[in-house]
């Protein structure tokens, strides 16, 4: 069994920053692409950043310059730092990784359950 979890979310005045962390947990031979999503109310979930086994990043273009993802493959842990935090950047964040349980079966697609971002103005 494989388990995201995330942490760090909450409430925080615009301004302000916050770091998620999302750590997979169990059977783990490797882990390849990990990426963050949020959710706002009444909208599609986005695609918010993400970051290749190697480390290389990609980021949506509304939060360019003021968030930044990374990873810890040795922890199996991805964190989002996110600064400059605006009102349009609550919503629920999510977390996803391709993850390979063991050497002779394919990457799989993993979900975190959530942590909740408010932005204050």
């Known amino acids: 069994q494989v388990q995201l979890v995330e942490s760090g979310g909450g409430l925080v005045q615009a301004g302000g920053s916050m770091r998620l962390s999302c750590a997979a947990s169990?059977?783990?031979?490797?882990?390849?692409?990990m990426t963050w999503h949020r959710q706002a109310p009444g909208k599609q979930r986005e695609l918010v950043a993400s970051?290749?086994?190697?480390?290389?990043?990609n980021y949506v273009d509304s939060v360019k310059g003021r968030f930044t993802i990374s990873r810890d493959n040795a922890k199996n842990t991805m964190y989002l730092q996110m600064n400059s935090l605006k009102p349009e950047d609550t919503a629920v964040y999510y977390c996803?990784?391709?993850?390979?349980?063991?050497?002779?079966?394919?990457?799989?697609?993993?979900w975190g359950q959530g942590t909740q971002v408010t932005v204050s103005s």
């Open positions: 996803n990784a391709d993850i390979k349980t063991m050497r002779w079966i394919g990457y799989l697609d993993y």
């Open positions: 169990g059977t783990i031979f490797s882990i390849g692409e």
């Open positions: 970051i290749t086994s190697g480390g290389s990043t």
